[in-house]
């Protein structure tokens, strides 16, 4: 995670996918798609105060338990990421792996969530939903001993399958 | 929003409230506190390319559909937050507002969310869990013309009710 | 059920409780509610052919399973109406009951649904939603015996409880 | 759609798939059916007065949030489908697109659903979910308005794909 | 826990609460019944070969996860129990507590749930719910060691609040 | 189902599959796995009094509710095991059968289960979470009659396909 990220924008912008011509919402049809390998690899941070952060690393040395928690609520919600987000298609995914760890220069959390399936269409919401889950989760059960913590830099960092082809965030 | 926020924090840490002596995650008991008003409001952005925002300006003045697309992924997850929050307590929530609107700074989105309810225990978490699958939803919509775009300053902004009294972020 | 149906108007159109005064979708604030008992009935119907009928009817003789499995479907449906409606408030239902009976001169199944509740908002739409999946499920069912079923006449047929007082329709 | 509707009754009917030689409700074994692009469209309506109709009328020329509102709780109940109709499978559906519309004639709103798979079994029930779960949606948000709206001629009215073949009502 | 469990049966027997007077499956009407303070704990077990759970001992000597994910899941579970006993009423839930632990002795693992609420209706089913599928969920991590594990003595072992009074199992 | 049941346990004990290298709980990626014809039947009981035996005995005489409440419970809890489940992954079932019966040698209920599907991954969470949930709805409808019911024996029976091979329980 380099701390200047770099846009990878289109030169010629396409129209938004899940928009159709009358401006109505739609799902995108995913029907003439091939089904091949998808992985996404998505990173988000919490920071805190010094305070609640000696906190967690106390429990962590303990049970770990508040990185495990939010681990499970990352792999739970990316299962239901087509409940969340309206226009996502449901997925059968057949992994997805998510790391909640320490970051002692945030100080806070950092969480990397990694999805994969073989389907016509890719997973990063599904990595992207793990991760913003699993940061909540962290907030929810710190929350007593810091109100004023924040999520932030919720982001794809590499995806791959797929006519898009590879993106990777440098 | 100030760019600039001062943490808040408890001059003495109390220990995480959910977890308990032997370091085990737990829901909080919340049957002996009293029933009070509470309301949470949480905010948070998505910053994109200038080419995917001009892309998502077009479409409001159109019809407006990411944007609220955004606000009922939003408050639909609200009301779903104790099934993604593992320690969340079931809430009958009165009220959730989302506003999803252009912020031409950024570029990007930036959503503020909004819950009301008379229970034992507070709505922060519904209003942060609206805010951040609300930012989602925006990234579902527009990843078509930038895979790059980043969620951040997801974070209550503001909290009333309840034995911890009011919090306002400056 | 009178097969014709009087429209019950209100004098002065009142707006659209669910949009704001920006046009924006919302969740109605019942907060400053007072709770109170209350109650919604609704009904609808599924015409089907002569075959179909005499299909389901052998069926209930036997063991009733095909109107049994639309009431349950019916009830489970109630108490998640507001996952599937976005605007509604999530309710603690006191009580649902679905009958789904046979109606020969239809032919095809009449569905009554009933929800109790003591709140501050009420209870048509869940009685409304377990109508409309008891009647749904009754086509699941039926449909290798008939595709061109109707499912039709889902209505409010009387609601008390609440501000707007007593409805009934004649 | 013809006012008038014309039965497609099996000249010999089938016993009922869904249920057992022992009369007991059954899901249908698509194990050994093969994969093939399926197809299931579904239409409904919803009446109103023509007060009501006015308010949502304006509202469509305002920010159109009662008919958009309707067609993405349509779209999400599709994917739900299988939560609700106790006997449905499963399905990764590659599509669902809804469309409700002003129908000026009802006075009220129509609406079309349509679903798309490549799956062993057809997509009936989310087409036909789908326009159920919009138009109770627009009974939601139009109901202080009116109460005595009425939901009818919900049905499927093409269908392909599949063993039993193409299905359009006339 | 003692081994030998007495039977409390009731001196005459009442109907079964959940069928009407026609047979039919229903929820029970809780409109009229008092708010009362309710407290449910079940426990049940599963089994498991000796390699199997020497697996978990070490498990939980590293990081204990097998336990805590039972735990978690049954957490889970607790708050979707309306979602799955088709006649429960919903309720939100005070407090559920889930404890999973070794028992040598089996062997196996033990589980332990407790939920409280202030309602109308008791939480039997919640702990109950709890407790099954944490002990699925032993099941679901485990199988790879032993296929044969048995799952089994769930059942309630205390209840109070309500009208029926204090059980307690001998 | 013979009373003394024999474990098959592996000679040498595999680690946990669920549980990675750093004893962190995980999905297995069945990313590399084969599609193949899956199957998976558990059973399970629950013993009861006399007196509430007798109750559900009449009960199924009359309509045979409590049973058929039971097995589409344990149908739709099927589809949901990889909601409940933490580390289990989404599967499209292509067919569930749950059998409830009347076994006066307990006396109580037996459950069984069976599920079917081609995927690259089993069954067995999917039959035994139908025949948990099934019996526990049982509890539900009989425990006005008695709160002492025993849930027991739920465990697999038989399974095919995959890599591991077949199991039969003897």
Do not use: W
């Not at 389907?119 to 059960?141: F, P, R, S």
């Amino acid at each position: 995670m380099s701390p200047k990220r770099r846009r990878v924008s289109p030169a010629r912008p396409r129209p938004l996918t899940h928009v159709d011509d009358a401006g109505r919402a739609r799902m995108v049809d995913v029907g003439a798609k091939p089904v091949t390998a998808r992985r996404a690899v998505a990173e988000g941070e919490i920071r805190m105060s010094r305070a609640a952060f000696a906190l967690v690393k106390a429990n962590k040395v303990a049970k770990g338990d508040v990185l495990r928690v939010a681990e499970l609520a990352g792999i739970a919600a990316a299962k239901r990421t087509a409940e969340l987000i309206p226009l996502c298609h449901p997925l059968a995914l057949d992994q997805v792996t998510v790391t909640a760890a320490l970051a002692a220069r945030l100080p806070g959390v950092r969480v990397r969530a990694e999805a994969r399936i073989s389907a016509k269409t890719g997973v990063e919401m599904e990595a992207l939903t793990a991760c913003a889950v699993a940061l909540l989760t962290v907030y929810d059960m710190v929350k007593g001993a810091d109100r004023a913590m924040t999520i932030g830099k919720v982001r794809l960092v590499e995806k791959s399958g797929g006519r898009s082809g590879r993106f990777a965030r440098r």
